[in-house]
């Protein structure tokens, strides 16, 4: 079945340096991709929209600068958290499109980012 | 903000019992889905029902949605202490659109 593989699945990082974390999508091409925040015992956060050959586009209070989207093939998107810092620490997200229709969504298994 | 709402916030059952969870939305939407997530996993799908529907079943699962109340329910029928898990009631306003999470809820099952 469709499969969206993280990588890595968990990082520790030291403060001030940048770190990417990937999202594939295995045996599916997505033109679109999401990236989601979870902060432990809470919901998932929307953070951006990835679109293939295009800008992703942010959600509200989100720093485009701070979290860079690149989706420069069908089958991969990446998420660069730039001079990280401990509030950053998070547990990441992606999902991808995997029908025209657009509601089926499968997601990955997540990245642990630890800043410190 | 959040669109979807889920009550209760925790919920802890016996094995083999029922467990119903419900969620509250805010705008009108297009689909709803709802989510499975085992403890710092990923997201699972479990079922989609489509703002024209009012209820599904897929296996032990159970959803309803009442539109005019916005408003949805999750059943888990005899339920496993594999059930365990936080479970996500999703909104989405059409096709391609982005999915908005509710807040959760986390479902203990008992042995």
């Known amino acids: 079945g469709a499969v969206v593989s993280q990588h890595p699945s968990r990082v520790i990082c030291k403060s001030g340096t940048s770190v990417k974390i990937e999202c594939r999508s295995l045996?599916?091409?997505?033109?679109?991709m999401f990236w989601y925040r979870q902060f432990p015992k809470q919901s998932l956060m929307l953070m951006a929209t990835?679109?293939?050959?295009?800008?992703?586009?942010?959600e509200q209070g989100v720093e485009k600068d701070k979290f860079l989207i690149n989706h420069a093939s069908l089958t991969l998107s990446t998420l660069t958290v730039t001079s990280a810092h401990p509030e950053d620490s998070s547990f990441y997200i992606c999902?991808?499109?995997?029908?025209?229709?657009?509601?089926?969504?499968?997601f990955g298994e997540g990245s642990w980012l630890t800043v410190v | 903000s959040q669109q979807g709402e889920e009550d209760p916030q925790a919920l802890s059952i016996q094995e083999g019992e029922n467990a119903t969870m419900n969620c509250s939305y805010k705008?009108?939407?297009?689909?709803l889905q709802w989510y499975r997530q085992n403890s710092g996993r990923g997201l699972v799908h479990l079922i989609l029902?489509?703002?024209?529907?009012r209820e599904k079943h897929s296996g032990r699962l159970r959803v309803t949605l009442d539109t005019s109340k916005k408003s949805s329910s999750l059943l888990i029928t005899a339920s496993r202490a594999a059930d365990t898990a936080s479970y996500f009631c999703?909104?989405?306003?059409?096709?391609?659109?982005?999915?908005?999470f509710g807040k959760g809820i986390t479902l203990s099952v008992r042995p």
């Open positions: 045996d599916f091409q997505a033109t679109t």
């Open positions: 999703a909104t989405d306003t059409g096709a391609n659109s982005k999915l908005t």
């Open positions: 705008t009108s939407i297009n689909n």
């Open positions: 999902s991808a499109i995997f029908d025209t229709s657009g509601n089926t969504i499968y």
């Open positions: 990835s679109n293939e050959g295009s800008k992703a586009t942010y």
């Open positions: 029902i489509r703002s024209n529907e």
